[in-house]
T-cell receptor, first 113, second 116 residues
Framework: GQQLNQSPQSMFIQEGEDVSMNCTSSSIFNTWLWYKQDPGEGPVLLIALYKAGELTSNGRLTAQFGITRKDSFLDISASIPSDVGIYFC?????????????FGKGTHLIIQP | GAVVSQHPSWVICKSGTSVKIECRSLDFQATTMFWYRQFPKQSLMLMATSNEGSKATYEQGVEKDKFLINHASLTLSTLTVTSAHPEDSSFYICSSREGHYNSPLHFGNGTRLTVT
């Protein structure tokens, strides 16, 4: 089946720094979704991407659907303490589970004081 | 936007008892809902697809008699963990989508199950 490689696995940054994470696959995806999960909560949708090359922002977050349709990037500018959490990418292609999605393993974002 | 509500947020039960978790779509009708299990610091693992008015579809390796799913209405799916054991302790999450297949999934707030 399809697999997503999400990196980095974790990030330790200082408040105010910019953050960049990505997901790559050997398969083509038609949709890319980025979610954030706070401890003890369910994932919350941040950005949805539907077209190759699409660049979409949500406040300080910007995500891009790669031209090759095999990757996606999420950037966070000027990080703040509430950005701490786990960020998941999810792709929808011809494979995936019954929910139509293949999930990355997550990027744990930790902000050091 | 689409809201999915899950209840309870956490539950502690004794071994051998059963626990029911509810997942509701608050502002849309959901013919399909999905149930996941998540271990600490890991991604979501799809357990089953809940289909309104019909039997659930379980992923390989998930015991259907252990994890009973009922989707009796367009806004409610329930997951019952039967004869719970400590190894069933986990974070359970439901999701659904509003609209067509390509719409994003929206997740519930999750249920932390602890079996003692």
């Amino acid at each position: 089946g399809q697999q997503l490689n999400q990196s980095p696995q974790s990030m330790f940054i200082q408040e105010g720094e910019d953050v960049s994470m990505n997901c790559t696959s050997s398969s083509i995806f038609n949709t890319w979704l980025w979610y954030k999960q706070d401890p003890g909560e369910g994932p919350v949708l941040l950005i949805a991407l539907y077209k190759a090359g699409e660049l979409t922002s949500n406040g300080r977050l910007t995500a891009q659907f790669g031209i090759t349709r095999k990757d996606s990037f999420l950037d966070i500018s000027a990080s703040i303490p509430s950005d701490v959490g786990i960020y998941f990418c999810a792709g929808r292609g011809t494979g995936g589970g019954a929910d139509g999605l293949t999930f990355g393993k997550g990027t744990h974002l930790i902000i050091q004081p | 936007g689409a809201v999915v509500s899950q209840h309870p947020s956490w539950v502690i039960c004794k071994s051998g008892t059963s626990v029911k978790i509810e997942c509701r779509s608050l502002d849309f009708q959901a013919t399909t809902m999905f149930w996941y299990r998540q271990f600490p610091k890991q991604s979501l693992m799809l357990m089953a697809t809940s289909n309104e008015g019909s039997k659930a579809t379980y992923e390989q390796g998930v015991e259907k008699d252990k994890f009973l799913i009922n989707h009796a209405s367009l806004t409610l799916s329930t997951l019952t963990v039967t004869s719970a054991h400590p190894e069933d302790s986990s974070f359970y999450i439901c999701s659904s989508r509003e609209g067509h297949y390509n719409s994003p999934l929206h997740f519930g707030n999750g249920t932390r199950l602890t079996v003692t």
